[in-house]
Antibody
C-alpha cells in the first residue's frame, strides 16, 4: 500500500523559507506513470493546488505562487520536496503531498498533511 | 486559469436521502474532473475520476456524471459516514483548480 508522509518545520517567521519533504513508501517515486504534487488548505478554507513534478524534471506551478515555489525530487531517498520562499501569514495552512495518478489528472494517494504556521 | 464553481455551498440531508452536488467549469474540460471527500482533520479522499469512474474501494452509492462544463456528484442513499465536505477538481490543464467545497450536514 502506497503511503506518503510530510515532514518539516511547523512554525516559521515572516520572510523565511518553508521547506517540506514528502517521503513515499510502498512504491517507487521513480516511475514515469505518475506526477507528484503539493496542495495546501488554510484553516477553515478550501484546497489550493501549489504545484507538481513529473519524471524528475518537469514542474508545474500555480501562477499565484510561481515566483516563490520550487518542487524537486530525490529519487535516491524516494522523496520529493517543496520550498516556498518569503512566507507571510497568508501561507499558514495544512500542506498535503499527493500522488497524481490517471496520467497526472487526479490525486489518488495523499499524505496526512502537516500544519505550517507563519507568525512573528 | 479554469474556475470551478460548486453548488450548493452546503446541504442539510438525512440518512437515506439522495444528495446531488453540482460543479461548473468556466470553460470546457471534457471529462477531466475528479471528486473528493474530506472529513475534518483528514486528507481528501478520491471518490471519482474522469467525471464518472469510481475509484477502487469507493461505495457504489457514489456516482459522477457530466462533461464539458457541467458535472454532478450523486450520493444515492446518504449514510452516516458520508457527512463531510466534497470538492471537485478540474484535471484538464495546469494549473489544477478545485471548487470551493460543498459541506454535507446532518438534517
Amino acid at each position: 500500500q502506497l503511503q506518503l508522509q510530510e515532514s518539516g518545520p511547523g512554525l516559521l517567521k515572516p520572510s523565511e523559507t518553508l521547506s517540506l519533504t514528502c517521503t513515499v513508501s510502498g512504491g517507487s517515486i521513480n516511475n514515469n506513470t505518475y506526477y507528484w504534487g503539493w496542495i495546501r488548505q488554510p484553516p477553515g478554507k478550501g484546497l489550493e493546488w501549489i504545484g507538481s513534478i513529473y519524471n524528475s524534471g518537469s514542474t508545474y506551478y500555480s501562477p499565484s505562487l510561481k515566483s516563490r515555489v520550487t518542487i524537486s525530487v530525490d529519487t535516491s531517498k524516494n522523496q520529493f520536496s517543496l520550498k516556498l520562499s518569503s512566507v507571510t501569514a497568508a501561507d499558514t495552512a495544512v500542506y498535503f503531498c499527493a500522488r497524481q495518478g490517471d496520467g497526472g489528472k487526479s490525486f489518488d494517494y495523499w499524505g496526512q498533511g502537516t500544519l505550517v504556521t507563519v507568525s512573528s | 486559469d479554469i474556475q470551478m464553481t460548486q453548488s450548493p455551498s452546503s446541504v442539510s440531508a438525512s440518512v437515506g436521502d439522495r444528495v446531488t452536488i453540482t460543479c461548473r467549469a468556466s470553460q470546457g474540460i471534457s471529462s477531466w474532473l475528479a471528486w473528493y471527500q474530506q472529513k475534518p482533520g483528514k486528507a481528501p479522499k478520491l471518490l471519482i475520476y474522469s467525471a464518472s469512474s469510481l475509484q477502487s474501494g469507493v461505495p457504489s452509492r457514489f456516482s459522477g456524471s457530466g462533461s464539458g462544463t457541467d458535472f454532478t456528484l450523486t450520493i444515492s442513499s446518504l449514510q452516516p459516514e458520508d457527512f463531510a465536505t466534497y470538492y471537485c477538481q478540474q484535471a484538464n490543464s495546469f494549473p489544477r483548480t478545485f471548487g470551493q467545497g460543498t459541506k454535507v450536514e446532518i438534517k
